[in-house]
């Protein structure tokens, strides 16, 4: 029963993060499209068509589990980096991404996939909630321990409100997730200063 609940937790996180962002940006690019302009158009139809060919392909991943094995083999920032040039596409984000000061370590397939994830979850609270135009990720290496950070320049919110309501279960998963690697997730933010959260995980 055990093992058959986290592999429901598994897809329900898959769906949320991975498949629901694909999906919110696809929204996103739709609702930017200026009928007016042709050579425009056409491009963000074609992205839009991407977007739905990879969605297909991320259900049919989930459906035999080997997302994270896909993952080991591109590595962490080389994940990070692959989402992020789609994001680029839907011209809703400039986006900033450092990652010089990531150095060398050993790989840990179990953490990197829920640090993956970990990232997946914030952005899409980003696309969601955070209206801001600009994402800044950096990934680097502090001592023995790898250093996830996301900040946006959005709207902003209260975290202490927002952890206490039902809404707040996204930033609860974060905890959570980070927690599950003996990690840690720094949220702060304040109304109409964006956003900052710190993901630190021992290496």
């Known amino acids: 029963m055990e093992v058959q609940e986290q592999t429901l937790k598994t897809i329900a996180y898959d769906l949320h993060d991975n498949i629901g962002q694909l999906l919110s940006i696809t929204s996103i690019t739709l609702s ?28 049919k991943a989930l459906s035999r589990m080997l997302h994270g094995e896909e993952l080991v083999n591109r590595g962490l920032g080389a994940a990070i980096e692959f989402e992020l040039e789609w994001l680029k596409r839907s011209d809703k984000f ?41 994402i800044f990720i950096t990934l680097e290496q502090v001592n023995n321990a790898l250093k ?14 927002t952890l206490k309501r039902q809404t707040g279960m996204g930033l609860h998963n974060i905890k959570k997730r980070a927690a599950m690697i003996n990690g840690t997730a720094a949220i702060n933010s304040e109304p109409g200063t964006g956003s900052i959260i710190v993901v630190t995980i021992p290496y």
Not at 47 to 52: A, N, Q, R
Not at 108 to 120: A, C, N, P, V, W
């Open 32 to 59: 930017s499209i200026d009928v007016n302009n042709q050579e425009n158009t056409a491009e963000k139809i074609a992205f839009v068509e991407d977007l739905t060919a990879r969605s297909i392909k991320e259900v």
């Open 94 to 134: 400039k986006i900033h991404f450092d990652q010089s000061r990531l150095g060398t370590f050993d790989a840990d397939s179990s953490k990197e996939t829920i640090i993956f994830r970990l990232f997946q979850e914030i952005i899409n609270n980003i696309i969601q909630h955070a209206r801001a135009s600009e």
């Open 148 to 161: 996830l950070t996301i900040r946006d320049n959005g709207v902003g919110f209260n975290v202490g409100e």
